[in-house]
């Protein structure tokens, strides 16, 4: 298993450019996110999502879409990139309460710059 | 919602000495998690201990969920043992979205 996946590792971009942040997972899981985590900030949440179709708003969710069209897959939108978007951002999935099992996994990270 | 505290929220040791991280939460839990934040930036799952103990190598943890709070020991710590170490809950019975502590910031040096 590949576990929790994530492209690119780093990435420029200047005020203004859009791009997407890409996620997948190789475990079945229902649970994923999207976290952003900035010094003395610790890892604040973005977007989550419980299944396919089935998307929700976290704690920092302005300037950043998503969309779950399959188990797998759950890409990153940042619409219109400001500078107050430079951090790191972490995609994590897990099972939903119920499973034997709700441990969190987390991918490598994207280094995102905004200048 | 459920909050988290860590404790310290610094500490340096000196290669080979032992140490104990708090993570203290607010409301009975149905997930807890120890994560070790490597300096190059990836998360790392240490355990996943809603109530219990248990041991891996040189790191143990146990969760005391009536009393609401979980410890991490560190032994014989190493220079590779340096990050940051966070705490992550899930209320039970409440939302299921994992809540994090800020973290303790460790750093042994050799």
């Known amino acids: 298993n590949a576990g929790v996946t994530q492209t690119p590792k780093f990435q420029v971009l200047k005020t203004g450019q859009s791009m997407t942040l890409q996620c997948a997972q190789d475990m079945n899981h229902e649970y994923m996110s999207w976290y952003r985590q900035d010094p003395g900030m610790g890892l604040r949440l973005i977007h989550y999502?419980?299944?396919?179709?089935?998307?929700d708003q976290g704690e920092v969710p302005n300037g950043y879409n998503v969309s779950r069209s399959t188990t797998e897959d759950f890409p990153l939108r940042l619409l219109s990139a400001a500078p107050s978007q430079t951090s790191v951002y972490f995609c994590a999935s897990s099972r939903l309460p119920g499973a034997h099992t709700i441990e969190q996994f987390f991918g490598p990270g994207t280094r995102l710059t905004v200048l | 919602g459920i909050q988290v505290e860590q404790s310290p929220p610094d500490l340096i040791l000196q290669e080979g000495a032992n140490s104990t991280l708090r993570c203290n939460f607010s409301d009975s839990v149905n997930n807890l998690q120890w994560f070790h934040q490597n300096p190059w930036g990836q998360l790392i799952n240490l355990f996943y201990?809603?109530?219990g103990t248990k041991q891996n190598g040189r790191l143990s943890a146990t969760t005391v969920a009536t009393e609401r709070y979980s410890l991490l020991y560190i032994s014989s710590s190493q220079t590779t043992d340096s990050g940051v170490y966070f705490c992550?809950?899930?209320?039970?019975?409440?939302?299921?979205?994992?809540?994090f502590g800020r973290g303790t910031s460790l750093i042994v040096h050799p």
């Open positions: 201990i809603p109530s």
């Open positions: 999502s419980v299944g396919a179709g089935i998307t």
């Open positions: 992550a809950v899930s209320a039970s019975g409440g939302s299921y979205i994992p809540t």
